[in-house]
């Protein structure tokens, strides 16, 4: 795909963890044990709104093996009325989020917890534990929360001046929404529901913390940022961050909701009181119940165009749901539904809803594949409407370098076309459909597009060569899917030596720089580039070797496939001197070899994709069948193809569950009734057909290596896709997800 | 209640130790024996991460009792690997990427290896409905169903 001649950029090399994650020695965050070491639990509300008048916890304190009980009152306070942002967390609903103060905001949220010698004490220690409730109404859908005489969350929440559950509103707005439709030959809006989604890690929250008497405190758990566990952590226990090391553990799935934390905090508590070392584990049904999911959400897009398919207006109005406390992914839906397309007059708007849910995390993409399943379903319509091939409309409006975008940027040197055209060219959009192969069968195919924004930020990297001429790489940045085997490469390459002579290890935060969150697409672009940056102050370091032992100027050598080299006949005649060369020779020729860059990387340009689905229909039992699937992204450059490949078929089979089966269901007691994965559908393997990436290598060139963020694009275009498909394959539209059996079956009933 | 003494064997070791009635096979090898290759995603049964097998049968630790296994013989992931040497199975894995965050791999791999002992030319669909009872969530499935069919193919050419 790429001409560029690279001799370990773009291979697909085993992976550094490859043998432990085999062989199940990879230490995750719940395989880690101390001398020692007691359990914690969490006791969690029955109620999904109530408050708190008392808790007494003397009877669960007596019970004999018990060691700890901690309460909101030993988290540090954060007051209502002042905010204290933590990246994009407001350090005000983290501290409410991990341990109820004034209210319990919803079924399972935690209001206590217990440390004892064994996982049974604790948990019997909880049930003795009284909390005072007073229970008030609740309320869970957003369409319930946001009318007049809704049950209020919270009371300082106010919206046009008056308490409401709506508890922010973002506007992104580009010219003039009402000329533009005013010009608009065709005008199409629709109303679109989606259900909250779980991220669906199989790895269930987990940690194990060690405090000792001189206040240190030391934290093993997964997550998808060692500094924000740190950080956070402090935030929360009011331990500086010089005391707290935090340790990552080898992470089993995040997809953003490790971004967050739930449980080191108490666990660091319950270590402080008891003098122990503290375990928590959270249970499937706790993971459901009280973390994560991402917001369902209620939209009307709104799109006008003239007769030859010109967009002239878009209008976007999206209600999110944040959960008990503020904070859904409103950015998502708000900045990335139009940004693929070049449209002079938009207005977006989002409201940012509270109800009786657990608090949102992010997922994938944050909200984006909620914008984007509107826009792309009216895009499709639009297209019908007008007799337009639905991607040559997509072309027609495609935004290029130059763009506005309604969210203030002006694109640089964006790739949205090519992922159209490259769906447009592939066999699977022009393959025959085959639209009744048998009896109570249907077939139907179906496109959408998709945007998200990547994103850059802190890194940090050390690059070390050891006494015998191999390497360490160190980043700060847990590995979610692969990314170590990216960074052996971009190192081999650099370095000129077999990419199995480099070690890349995660450091801790007392062992490598300050580096933000594995999120946002960011590592890959943003590991590679300090990486890169701390790889040639050590080439420079080892021509600099190499110049004091020829005597010649540090201008006359080179680095080239693993050596260094004099630059030309008039630098003198040497043989070259390897790494092992140079290294050997470190200690008499001006000391140890390494070199570590702690930057805010930047030019994270955005990712575009482009996806064609094929689906079956079951007429009779309302079951819809992804048949084929390809999914077209730029990439910008694959460091590691496989695991390039890897996040696009991954992030297509997630959409495929949002689509089609996932969703959180509540009983009317406002509790969550599917708290399993056995309730709560996620795809099985006989679910889902092989999902063909079309990788497009056109390289950033704000990258030393070209790199794109390419992890969450692959979730945005899925679910309009496959409603897409549904509709060609039924003749009948949806507008609320998941397209689920009782669903189809019901509409084809109606 | 005094605990349950359970003899057994443990990838072809003799292995004993000291249980509850109530505890899970899971339980004992993460928690007792130290054998964390097992994964806990989500004590029900419906993940597939805890897999193993009990007399040759995969079976979810999770759902069987620590003293059912009292004169029986069970296979773990650790017990896959030749000392140094991967299971061909582990070793395509590698090779094609067929894992990200590793977490659901141990299950899948005893999984897979379960099938191939008794299916040597699986298809893809029988692969695919074998593994129904194994959730990834980062792989979309595809490298893993590529990575056992090539093990299958593999294993058929060097028999």
Redesign the interface.
């Known amino acids: 795909m790429n001409a560029i001649d690279n001799k370990w950029i773009g291979r697909?090399t085993?992976?550094p963890?490859?043998?432990d994650?085999?062989?199940?020695?990879?230490?995750?965050a719940?395989?880690n044990?101390m001398p020692g070491m007691i359990w914690g639990k969490v006791l969690r509300s029955p109620h999904p709104h109530a408050m708190i008048r008392g808790i007494n916890t003397a009877r669960a304190e007596a019970l004999p093996g018990v060691k700890a009980v901690v309460t909101a009152k030993d988290i540090v306070d954060f007051p209502l009325d002042k905010s204290v942002m933590l990246g994009i967390q407001d350090m005000r609903w983290m501290c409410r989020n991990v341990m109820a103060r004034e209210k319990a905001l919803f079924h399972g949220h935690p209001v206590a917890a217990v440390a004892a010698t064994t996982e049974e004490i604790a948990a019997e220690a909880c049930k003795l534990i009284e909390v005072e409730y007073e229970v008030l109404p609740h309320v869970i859908e957003i369409e319930d929360a946001i009318m007049a005489d809704a049950p209020i969350l919270h009371d300082f929440l106010r919206h046009e001046g008056k308490p409401s559950n709506i508890a922010a509103t973002m506007v992104n707005k580009l010219g003039d929404v009402d000329a533009g439709f005013a010009e608009a030959d065709i005008i199409i809006e629709r109303s679109f529901k989606t259900r909250p989604v779980h991220?669906?890690?199989?790895?269930?929250h987990a940690c194990t913390v060690s405090c000792t008497a001189d206040g240190k405190a030391t934290i093993w758990s997964s997550s998808q940022g060692q500094f924000m566990v740190r950080a956070m952590t402090s935030l929360l226990t009011g331990i500086p961050q010089s005391n707290i090391r935090a340790i990552p553990a080898?992470?089993?799935?995040?997809?953003g909701a490790k971004t967050i934390i739930y449980l080191e905090p108490l666990a660091v508590l319950l270590s402080k009181k008891s003098g122990r070392p503290v375990k928590m584990?959270m249970?499937?049904e706790e993971v459901f119940r009280g973390t994560g999911p991402t917001s369902g959400s209620m939209s009307t897009v709104k799109i006008g165009a003239k007769k030859d398919g010109t967009i002239v207006a878009a209008q976007g109005t999206f209600y999110l749901q944040a959960g008990g406390l503020p904070g859904s992914p409103l950015r998502g839906p708000v900045g990335c539904s139009f940004a693929p397309y070049d449209i002079p007059n938009v207005l977006s708007v989002g409201y940012d809803v509270v109800s009786n849910r657990s608090k949102v995390a992010a997922y994938r993409a944050p909200g984006a594949p909620l914008g984007a399943y509107a826009t792309e379903c009216v895009m499709d319509e639009l297209a019908e409407a007008l007799k337009i091939d639905p991607l040559e409309l997509r072309l027609k409006n495609t935004a290029r370098p130059g763009t506005k975008a309604a969210y203030g940027v002006v694109f640089g040197s964006i790739t949205f076309e090519d992922t159209v055209k490259a769906i447009r060219n592939h066999p699977h959009y022009s393959a025959p459909l085959d639209r009744a192969p048998a009896k109570g069968v249907v077939r139907g195919r179906g496109v959408a597009s998709g945007f998200w924004f990547n994103a850059a930020g802190e890194s940090s990297a050390q690059v070390n060569i050891t006494e015998d001429g191999n390497v360490t790489v160190t980043t700060g940045h847990p590995d979610?899917?692969?990314s170590r085997?990216s960074i052996a490469n971009v190192t081999a390459e650099l370095l000129g030596i077999e990419h199995k002579r480099i070690s890349v290890l995660i450091g801790d935060t007392a062992s490598i720089g300050f580096s933000n969150l594995t999120g946002g697409s960011r590592v890959t672009f943003a590991s590679a580039m300090v990486v890169t940056q701390s790889t040639e102050k050590v080439i420079g370091q080892l021509k600099e070797r190499a110049a004091r032992i020829w005597k010649i100027d540090p201008e006359a050598v080179v680095w080239s496939d693993g050596a260094a080299r004099p630059a030309g006949a008039n630098a003198g005649q040497f043989p070259p001197l390897t790494l092992k060369d140079l290294a050997a020779k470190a200690n008499e020729m001006g000391g140890p070899i390494g070199a570590g860059i702690q930057l805010t990387t930047v030019g994270a340009d955005p990712g575009f994709a482009t996806h064609v689905v094929g689906v079956e229909v079951d007429v009779e039992l309302g079951i819809v069948r992804v048949l084929r699937y390809t999914a077209a992204q730029d990439v910008g450059r694959a460091l590691?193809p496989?695991?390039v490949?890897?996040q696009i078929?991954?992030?297509?089979?997630?959409g495929i569950g949002w689509a089609l089966a996932e969703e959180y269901l509540f009983d009317k007691q406002g509790r969550l009734d599917n708290a399993?994965?056995?309730d709560y559908r996620?795809?099985?393997?006989?679910?889902?057909p092989?999902?063909e990436p079309v990788v497009l290598e056109i390289p950033n060139p704000k990258h030393p290596q070209g790199v794109r963020g390419a992890g969450e694009a692959p979730i945005v275009p899925p679910l309009a896709a496959i409603s897409n498909a549904v509709h060609d394959a039924l003749g009948k539209r949806f507008y609320s997800l998941p397209m689920s059996p009782p669903k189809v079956l019901a509409a084809l009933d109606g | 209640m005094s605990k349950l003494h359970v003899t057994t064997s443990i990838n072809g070791e003799p292995v004993e130790f000291l249980c509850e009635a109530d505890q899970s096979v899971l339980d004992v090898l993460?928690?007792t024996l130290g054998?964390?290759?097992?994964?806990?995603?989500?004590?029900?049964g419906?993940?597939g991460?805890c897999s193993i097998t009990l007399d040759g049968r995969l079976v979810c630790s999770c759902l069987v009792l620590a003293p059912e296994i009292e004169g029986r013989q069970i296979t773990?992931?650790?017990g896959?690997?030749q000392g140094d040497h991967?299971h061909p199975l582990?070793q395509k894995?590698?090779?094609?990427?067929a894992?990200?965050?590793?977490?659901?791999?141990?299950g899948v791999?005893v999984a897979a290896k379960a099938l191939l002992e008794r299916n040597p030319d699986p298809s893809e669909?029988d692969?695919?409905?074998w593994?129904?009872?194994?959730?990834?969530?980062?792989?979309?499935?595809?490298?893993?169903?590529?990575a056992v069919l090539e093990t299958a193919a593999d294993m058929r050419g060097a028999a």
């Open positions: 697909r085993i992976r963890d490859g043998a994650k085999v062989t199940g020695r990879a230490g995750y719940a395989d044990s991220q669906g890690y199989i790895e269930p080898e992470i089993g799935g995040g997809f584990v249970s499937r979610v899917g692969g085997a590691h496989d695991y490949e890897g078929q991954g992030g297509v089979v997630q399993s994965f056995l996620m795809p099985v393997c006989s679910d889902v092989m999902i | 993460r928690n054998l964390t290759g097992s994964k806990e995603g989500c004590g029900t419906d993940c991460a773990t992931i650790e896959m690997a991967l582990q894995f590698l090779e094609m990427a894992l990200q965050c590793g977490i659901c791999t141990p791999l669909t692969v695919r409905y593994l129904a009872g194994n959730l990834c969530r980062c792989t979309g499935y595809d490298k893993i169903v590529r």
